[in-house]
């Protein structure tokens, strides 16, 4: 009986040991690789994100060509219950806020659907011009 289990352990230590070196410092190099990319294009995995989302969105309605949606999470739908575009919004819902075609598309990732769709209104402020200064005239240096 103890010379198998010692044979076992030799087993072990013999084959099993290097293996799973091997694949612990091969997981460590992947890990290493994607940091270092990472830090390269800190934005590269939200773009990727996106692009993946708008895929799958895509394949549900026609989206707006040649411009790329910012998305948003839906963290608290609670506090979006008063605005109607957000009636039916649940936690991890997506948004899609095309800002040149002033479209919104609320997508639910978890029924894979589009909730809603809704134009956006951005508003557009004029440009705020300070109040004219009187300019002294030679007849108001006079006085």
Excluded at 20 to 35: H, P
Aim: charged residues 20%; proline residues 6%.
């Amino acid at each position: 009986m103890f010379s198998i289990l010692k044979m076992l352990k030799r087993m072990i230590v013999k084959y099993a040991m290097p293996i799973i070196t091997v694949i612990a410092v091969l997981l460590a190099g992947f890990f290493y690789y994607q940091i270092h990319l990472l830090k390269q294009n800190p934005q590269a995995m939200a773009q990727k994100e996106t692009a993946a989302l708008v895929l799958k969105v895509g394949k549900l309605a026609v989206l707006p060509e040649g411009e790329t949606p910012t998305v948003a999470t839906v963290s608290d739908p609670a506090a979006l219950k008063d605005q109607a575009f957000f009636a039916k919004a649940e936690k991890g819902d997506k948004v899609l806020i095309y800002a040149q075609a002033k479209k919104a598309i609320l997508y639910s990732v978890t029924m894979n659907k589009i909730i809603d769709v809704a134009p956006l209104n951005i508003g557009q402020q004029a440009a705020v011009t300070p109040p004219a200064q009187k300019e002294e005239t030679t007849s108001d240096k006079k006085k």
